[in-house]
């Protein structure tokens, strides 16, 4: 297995820097978006509330592998053409955002609603008691979920590969379909994916016991 994987290493070099930057440009992006979603859907307007709640059902009720299938092949037939790699970022971006919006929403809604009162009687708007209140300690109890939710982002990225990107998944496809080796190909990108992940649960564990520390 050693001389396969020095043979192999060149393309896994580009294929883990491939991997990295879909699922954390993913996360990053579905982040900022689940974080408008999140706040919409907790909008006093009815209409917002409405088209967040559409686009978290129909986010979280299809497939990842069809979204990416409709983005890649669907758009050009309306004349939106994307390269793989954009078309693969975009649909990791939606579906992770559709998630990403809920472990925000429940991080929210666990604050104690005396933090309001708190902040309504210092004379804070909604906006202000949002971000300098509610926001810091709702996103630290999100941090779990959404930590769980980035490791699930990184295995995502595999669906990549079933539109030409050249990421872990794809290159143990064509590596292993040249050499014939496809169970000791798969099993060196397992446990690259493990690495990879073991290495974001500890950042995630760093994470929470200095947020814990900071608001004890």
Known sequence: MFELFIRALPLLKSAVAMTLFLGLSSFVLG???GLLVAL??????????????????IFRGTPLLV???????????YG????????????LTLFSAAY???????????VDKGQWEAAVSMGMGYWKAMTRVILPQGLRIAIPPVGSR????????????????????RVADQVGASTFRYM????MVGL?????????????????NRMSRRFA
């Open 31 to 33: 982040s900022l978006v």
């Open 40 to 57: 919409a859907r907790l909008s006093s307007i009815g209409a917002l509330r409405g088209l967040a709640f559409a686009y978290v059902s």
């Open 67 to 77: 979204q990416i299938l409709l983005l890649y092949f669907g758009l050009p037939r």
């Open 80 to 91: 939106i053409t994307l390269d793989p790699v954009p078309a693969a970022l975009l649909a």
């Open 100 to 110: 990403l919006s809920e472990n925000f929403r429940s991080g929210i809604n666990a």
């Open 150 to 169: 980035m490791i699930a982002l990184i295995k995502d990225t595999s669906l990549a590969s079933t539109i030409t990107v050249v990421e872990l998944t």
């Open 184 to 187: 000791e190909m798969f099993l």
């Open 192 to 208: 690259i994916y493990w690495v990879i992940n073991q290495i974001l649960t500890i950042v995630q564990t760093l994470l929470e």
